[in-house]
């Protein structure tokens, strides 16, 4: 008998360590706002993907996952979280064009010519660069940028790329608003007027019927009007938290990584120094001199609503979305001097009315201190 006791004390002290030692479950319980915010997270469509990277005895990197209520199929909307997949198919693409002999770069100025509906040409050849064009992605999260770099890349080639990368639950199948031509298309052309713009017939993408949570709110403001309806996301842009996680985890360590781009060194150099940027280390002054792009704008993990940077030792490469009530961020968080670095993707939805496209959503009040401090706890944590 006292055997048997034994064994269940044992087992019972093993069952708490295994408990325990989930860091998410750990971060939850020490934070009364997350705690909070935890009881009610059906409602709150909570879901966290968040992994330890550490050194075995090799030196080798090894990684340690840990998740929350993951669900790749249940639907979020992706918001501009899907621009990170649309700035590396574009360096994709740029290579591509590259080994069919395209004199194109990076840093190349490139003609952009609008067109609207009626065949009418509303722009004529201003002059851009890819380099800035992204940069402005993930700086500000620029809507009008991201459509011109998807008029380069057609949704055709996005949407069968990211499956041929490996990333099934990630696909485009429209632009981004507010943005005045977002109903227009984007000529693109070298200086030397070869046009490397897509010339596709598009293919929408409907959402299997295995996924679930399609559709949003109990109401919908349509046109100035509350209808009684709920907004249907089956034709909407989509990704996961698993796809998001695992492309952060690509640019970080490709070399450990299942899933390949067609990127090469500088590539990886390029989009990791311009996810990891604050506002006021723009290519200019013309984030620093407006006030809205406070200097850790884009930052929802650890910076939260700080308009004032507090730490600059944690680099957040990350990117961000917010929109239709849902708020997520998916990034890899390193703190150079302490040698501290962590992966983390997570998303949450709030809306309280359950009217959709009303723009009334607790993003300062709830979804950004939650995912800020969630975030400043694991670190916490692992600095502890």
């Not at 998410?24 to 059906?42: H, L, M, Q, Y």
């Not at 550490?54 to 996952?65: A, G, I, R």
């Not at 507090?310 to 703190?335: F, H, L």
């Not at 939805?349 to 359950?354: A, H, V």
């Amino acid at each position: 008998m006292r055997n048997i006791f034994l064994l269940f004390i044992s087992l019972f002290v093993l069952h708490g360590c295994y408990f325990s030692s989930d860091p998410i479950k750990s971060a939850i319980k020490e934070d009364e706002f997350v705690r909070k915010i935890i009881r009610d997270k059906d409602n709150y469509e909570i879901q966290i993907l968040y992994t330890e990277v550490s050194k075995n005895n090799l030196d080798q990197t090894e990684f340690k996952d840990f998740q929350f209520q993951l669900n790749d199929e249940k639907y979020f909307y992706p918001a501009s979280t899907i621009k990170l997949p649309i700035a590396i198919m574009t360096l994709s693409k740029i290579n591509e064009l590259r080994a069919e002999g395209s004199n194109i770069s990076l840093k190349s100025k490139l003609k952009l010519s609008l067109i609207n509906n009626k065949k009418e040409i509303i722009i004529k050849d201003s002059i851009s660069s890819f380099q800035n064009l992204i940069a402005d992605v993930f700086l500000v999260s620029d809507n009008s940028a991201s459509n011109v770099l998807i008029d380069f890349l057609g949704y055709n080639y996005f949407n069968s790329s990211m499956i041929n990368a490996g990333y099934k639950n990630t696909y485009l199948n429209h632009k981004f608003n507010p943005d005045p031509f977002v109903d227009s298309s984007w000529i693109i052309t070298t200086l030397d007027n070869d046009v490397i713009s897509s010339k596709e017939n598009k293919r929408n993408v409907i959402a299997g019927s295995n996924i679930s949570n399609l559709k949003k709110g109990e109401r919908s403001l349509v046109n100035g009007k509350i209808i009684n309806e709920s907004m249907d996301f089956s034709l909407k842009n989509r990704s996961s938290l698993t796809d998001m996680h695992n492309i952060m985890k690509n640019l970080i360590y490709p070399e450990i990584t299942l899933s390949k781009f067609n990127l090469n060194v500088e590539d990886y150099d390029f989009l990791r120094y311009w996810m990891s940027r604050f506002t006021y280390e723009d290519l200019g002054n013309k984030y620093i001199s407006d006030d809205r792009f406070f200097n850790s704008y884009n930052k929802f993990f650890i910076h939260g609503m700080d308009t004032i940077l507090k730490s600059t030792d944690i680099r957040v490469y990350n990117k961000i979305g917010q929109a239709y009530g849902t708020s997520t961020d998916s990034a890899y968080i390193k703190n150079y001097k302490e040698d501290v670095e962590f992966f983390l993707t997570a998303t949450i939805y709030t809306n309280k009315n359950e009217i959709i496209n009303d723009n009334i959503y607790e993003y300062r009040d709830t979804a950004i201190p939650f995912l800020s401090r969630i975030s400043k706890t694991l670190y916490k944590n692992l600095i502890d």
